[in-house]
């Protein structure tokens, strides 16, 4: 038999929170904002952490050279050397070596990531024979560390006379990116293939149907990747000190290198920082700009892997 409570006990009884938890509302909502708190102390310490040297080598170098070493450090210079980073451009070839790394990193990811969307679009979804095996095997040279092909290599870009120019390092990226043509491909499985059956019968070429549905489908993923691809390219530092000997023909990082073989032993810390700096800032501007893509591309390469 069920006993049936008056209408004012019922009206005492706490509220329970659905899905059958014992707590009450207020009491679940209290704990939730509590552990909201303590995971953003967590996060903005891990933070602080982590900016902590980009902080540091800004701040160093605005410093004096007697300044670098002074105990406690100064976080805060004083006096304020802002002459550094205009000394810094007649001090090697800075210049240059910016616009060897844009050259690099910009054709490499352009034209790379067409020809990997273009190539992750027929894996996915053209019918060609032996495709699978053809993909496995391109997904295992990924795991080929570069040293073993170091050497070979160099010897066949020796032989072309490629040896000192940037063509070394453009040509391999721009047949695509392993990586990104995996990570495409399993983003075009969301795509139905109905779409691409339709456009076949209204008389549409694959070419079209890739420009026309396939990139605009997939310009997040394309995004994301191209960002983290640039990143990658204008970080790089052993291709380069491999194929490069002219300071000319130095790129960013190796310039960053010759700083700091060149200064360190004139204790010019300041002028090594702020040409340090100045290679943060394009990588430091694009994930400013684009860190949901990349979160994004992070969370999807996860879930679809």
Known sequence: MTTVLPVTA???????????????????????????VIVTIILSIGGIVMIAPLL???????KTKEAVFALPP???????QWETYIRVWTAGPLASGIWNSIIVS???????????????????????PFKNIVFLAMLSAIMIPFPTIMIPQ???FADAGMVDTLWPLIL???????????????FLDSVPDSIIEAAKLDG??????????????????????????????????????????????????????????????????PLIMAASFIALVPVLVVFVVFQRQIIESVALSGSKA
């Open 10 to 36: 019922r009206r005492r009884l706490p509220r329970r929170v659905s899905g059958g938890s014992d707590a009450p509302v207020g009491t679940r909502s209290r704990s939730y904002r509590a552990m909201n």
């Open 56 to 62: 540091w080598t800004f701040s160093t170098s605005l």
């Open 74 to 80: 100064q976080w805060i210079p004083d006096p304020v």
């Open 106 to 128: 910009v054709s490499v990811t352009v034209v790379g990531t067409v020809t990997s969307a273009v190539a992750a679009f027929a894996f996915a979804k053209m019918r060609l």
């Open 154 to 156: 160099f010897k066949m």
């Open 172 to 186: 391999p990226g721009l047949f695509g990116n392993i990586v990104m043509i995996f990570f495409l491909r399993q």
């Open 204 to 269: 549409a070429g694959y070419l079209r149907i890739f420009f026309t549905l396939i990139f605009p489908a997939i310009r997040p993923a394309i995004a994301a990747q191209f960002i983290l691809w640039f990143m990658a390219m204008w970080n790089d530092y052993l291709a380069p000190i491999i194929y490069l000997n002219s300071p000319e023909k130095q790129t960013l990082q190796l310039v960053i290198a010759s700083f700091n073989a060149t200064y360190a032993s004139q204790t010019d810390y």
